[in-house]
């Protein structure tokens, strides 16, 4: 069982709508990501948090809004969202030691998103 | 056999042989390298680790083989076995000590 969880699971959204993926760990990392991956693709990086600040957003649309209300969540606010969106969203998190993102990501089952 | 489809290189091997995944990666100043197992509709799990420093790392039932010169790494499954079936990720940490992973391959166990 992963000790990240995604909610929801699953969410379809129209293009017009707003909605948010929602991600929690309490393993007392400092470091969490948001990637995207498209089917048989490999996961792309979106975005870095670290020590609750964003650290590296990977050019990614405004559309998408990263959010890190405190270091056990990780949320991300989908607004106006095209149908090529449409993907698995997953959330990691790993330690930080020594300023830098050490060791291994502990990834979510991922929140799957269909933009209609 | 290992065959490459539109988008995701395949690896087939009966049940009860040795797999060998590999995986080229691009950074040679990357330190720190992860191999990833994606079961379907699931999130990647980690499946073992290797340092820059080492070229060779061994878990239960798999062995992780790095070749700095070339920029290879191979994962080696021993005793494949039908829950071995998944999608394979390498993944290499190098510049802002963040990770990108490989295109992947699916490897598939068969009876």
């Known amino acids: 069982d992963t000790e990240v969880t995604q909610t929801p699971k699953h969410l379809v959204m129209g293009m017009t709508n707003k909605k948010s993926l929602k991600c929690e760990q309490h393993m007392g990392h400092r470091a969490m990501y948001w990637y995207k991956q498209k089917a048989k693709k490999p996961p792309e990086l979106m975005f870095v948090y670290s020590y609750e600040k964003l650290s590296i957003n990977e050019s990614v649309p405004s559309r998408f809004s990263p959010e890190c209300p405190n270091s056990s969540l990780l949320n991300l606010h989908l607004h106006a969202l095209q149908p090529e969106d449409s993907a698995l969203y997953l959330c990691?998190?790993?330690?930080?030691?020594?300023?830098?993102?050490?060791?291994?990501?502990?990834f979510g089952e991922g929140s799957r998103l269909t933009v209609l | 056999g290992e065959s490459v489809g539109l988008h995701l290189p395949t690896l087939s091997v009966q049940e009860g042989d040795n797999s060998i995944i590999n995986c080229a990666y691009s950074n040679s100043a990357s330190d720190y390298f992860i191999w990833y197992k994606q079961e379907s509709g699931k999130g990647p799990q980690f499946i073992i680790d290797i340092r820059s420093n080492m070229d060779k790392r061994q878990g239960q039932r798999v062995t992780v083989l790095l070749n700095k010169t070339v920029k290879h790494l191979s994962l080696q499954i021993a005793a494949t076995q039908p829950g071995d079936s998944a999608v394979y990720f390498c993944a290499e940490r190098g510049y802002g000590q963040n990770f990108v992973f490989g295109p992947g391959t699916r490897l598939s166990v068969l009876p």
């Open positions: 990691a998190s790993s330690q930080v030691v020594a300023g830098t993102n050490t060791g291994e990501l502990f």
